[in-house]
């Protein structure tokens, strides 16, 4: 099993700057892809920014310039910096983590979700 941890979320000012981290915990992880999406009420969940092996990174146009998207390999965790930012971004982020892992000597792949943590920018 792989199980996701996200922190970081929060009330800000539009303008403001948030951190959001998100940690893949399991047994020998080997991560593809890490990618934030988001959610606001009445709508449905959005990709904002993913990050795959090669660093390679795609942004939704909405957050380009203002989001920034990291990992640490050696942690296995994602960070999502926002600067800059508005009411519309207000939302609960989400990561998605995707990737191997090992129980006992069979090798899995998993898709695993954070639980999701509220962001609320305040004009």
């Known amino acids: 099993q792989v199980q996701l941890e996200e922190s970081g979320g929060g009330l800000v000012q539009a303008g403001g700057s948030l951190r959001l981290s998100c940690a893949a915990s399991?047994?020998?992880?080997?991560?593809?892809?890490m990618e934030w999406y988001r959610q606001a009420p009445g709508k449905q969940r959005e990709l904002v920014v993913g990050?795959?092996?090669?660093?390679?990174?795609n942004y939704a146009d909405s957050v380009k310039g203002r989001f920034t998207i990291s990992r640490d390999n050696a942690m296995n965790t994602v960070y999502l910096q926002m600067n800059s930012l508005k009411p519309e971004d207000t939302a609960v982020y989400y990561c998605?983590?995707?990737?191997?892992?090992?129980?006992?000597?069979?090798?899995?792949?998993?898709?695993?979700w954070g639980q999701g943590t509220q962001v609320t920018v305040s004009s």
């Open positions: 998605n983590v995707r990737g191997t892992y090992y129980t006992g000597f069979l090798q899995r792949a998993f898709d695993s």
């Open positions: 990050i795959s092996r090669d660093d390679s990174t």
């Open positions: 399991g047994n020998r992880l080997s991560i593809n892809a």
